[in-house]
C-alpha cells in the first residue's frame, strides 16, 4: 500500500482540466473534463490512508473514501466502483454536484500545507469507467415481493429509496408531477454542472430494474394520498420543497423580477429541447440585460453563471454577507468569478426600482455585528450607504421552503412542523398516518442532494423494517 499511497508530500493536488472561461461563457457544457486513467491514480494516491478519515466522517452518506481511493491507486476500478455504490446510489452525480470543499475534501486532514484530495473527481471517473466497462447494472433482486411501496416525488431521495427498496424485491411506484424523473436535479442544476444525460442515464437504470414510473401525476390533482394508501403496502413522501422564499420590499412587484427556479427551469427545459415561450419570448432570455441576483446560495451561483451563458450584458450577486460565511460552495464562486460575474459582499436590497418594469436594485451596506444563537453574525444596515446597481431583470434565489402538503394532497390529518415540513417520528420516519414515511428536503429544509440520497436510503430500510413487522402480524394471527 505505502508504495502507492501517501505521496501527498510529492504529488500536487490536481483537478481535472477545466475549460477555459472565455469558452465555457458561450454554452452549457460540464466545464470539467474527466480525469485519464493515469492521472486519477496519481490522484488516488496522494491519500495518506489516516487512522481517523474525516473525509468519511463529514460525508452525510459515510462514503468509504479511503478504500476506493486505494484500489484507484492500484487499478482496481471495478473493485472500487463496488465499494463506492454500496453507499451511495448516484455517485456520478455526487462526485460532479457535491460541494466538496465543505463536506469531503474541506475536512481531508492532509489539506493544510498540501491541499486535499480530489475526491469527488475520482469519484466521478471511477463511475464513468465503470459504465463505460459496462460494470453498471440494473437492480435483480434476489426474490420477488408481493408487497408494494408507493414514492411521491422522483428526486435523488425518492429514487435512491426506489432502488433501495427494488434490491429488496418490493414492487416500486414513483409519482412525480413532471415529466422527466430526477427533480431538481433535471430542472434546478444547470447543465455546466450536471448534464441531463447523467441524471436519465440513471433513472433509465432504475426502470430496467423494475421501478415503475408515473410521470406527469400530482397527488391531489389526478391521484389522491388516501388512494396512493390503499393501492400500496407503503407510500413515501420525497417530493422536496419547491416553494420559492419571497421578500418584502419596495417595489418587488415590478415586471422583470423572477424567482430563481423559474429561470432556471426555463433554461434546462430548453436544453431538454422542450419549447420553452418564457424564453422565445425573451422574458426568461438574460441576452443583452443587465442582471441582478440576489442570494448566496448554491441556486444564487446556478443563475448568475446561467445568466452569462444566455449572454447577459452584466451580471451582478448581491449577497448581505461576506464571502466567507456564503452559504454556497467556494469554488462555485471562484468559477463564477472566472466567468465575469460581480460580486457585491455585505449588501442587502432594500427596494426595486422601475415604472412599470424593473431598472434598478437599490441596496444598503451591511455590517455584520454578534453572533446569533447559531453563531452566525448578524447583518446590521448601514445608515446613508445607499447605493443603486442598474438592471433589466431581477432573479430571487432565497432558498425554498414547503408547500402545503396536507392542502395539496387533500390530507389535513398529516401533521406538519412549524416551518410546514412533514412531521415524522425520526425512530421511524414515519409520518402521523399509518404506514405513510417521509424523508429528504420535505423533512429536513432545503438541502443537498447528498443528504436526500442518505435520507432516502434510510427511509427504505425503515420501510422494509415496518412491512416486515406487519408481515409478521399477519403471519401470526393467522
Known sequence: MTDRMLKFVGTEKRMPQKRAAEDRRTDFGEIYAEFDPARAQEQAGRCSQCGVPYCQVHCPLQNNIPDWLMLTAEGRLEEAYEISSATNNFPEICGRICPQDRLCEGNCVIEKGFESVTIG????????TAFENGWVKPVKPVREREESVGIIGGGPGGLAAAEQLRKRGYQV?????YDRMGGLMIYGIPNFKLEKEVVERRSALLAEGGVHYHANTEIGRDVTLEELRARHSAVLIATGVYKARDMQCPGVGLDGIYPALDYLTASNRKGLGDDVPELDNGTLDAKGKKVVVIGGGDTAMDCVRTAIRQGAAAVTCVYRR?????????????NAEEEGVTFEWLAAPEAFVGDAT????RCQRIHLGVPDATGRQTPQPIDG????IECDMAIKALGFDPEDLPGLFGAEELKVSRWGTVAIDFRTMMTS??????????VRGASLVVWAVRDGRDAADRIHDYLTAEAETALSAA
Open 433 to 442: 398516518l399509518d404506514g405513510v414515511f417521509a424523508a429528504g428536503d420535505i
Open 173 to 177: 411506484h414513483v409519482y412525480d408531477r
Open 385 to 388: 450607504s445607499s447605493f443603486t
Open 121 to 128: 473527481s475520482v469519484e466521478k471517473d471511477i463511475t464513468e
Open 322 to 334: 461576506d464571502r466567507t460565511n456564503m452559504p454556497g460552495s467556494q469554488r462555485e464562486v471562484a
Open 358 to 361: 424593473v431598472d434598478g436594485v
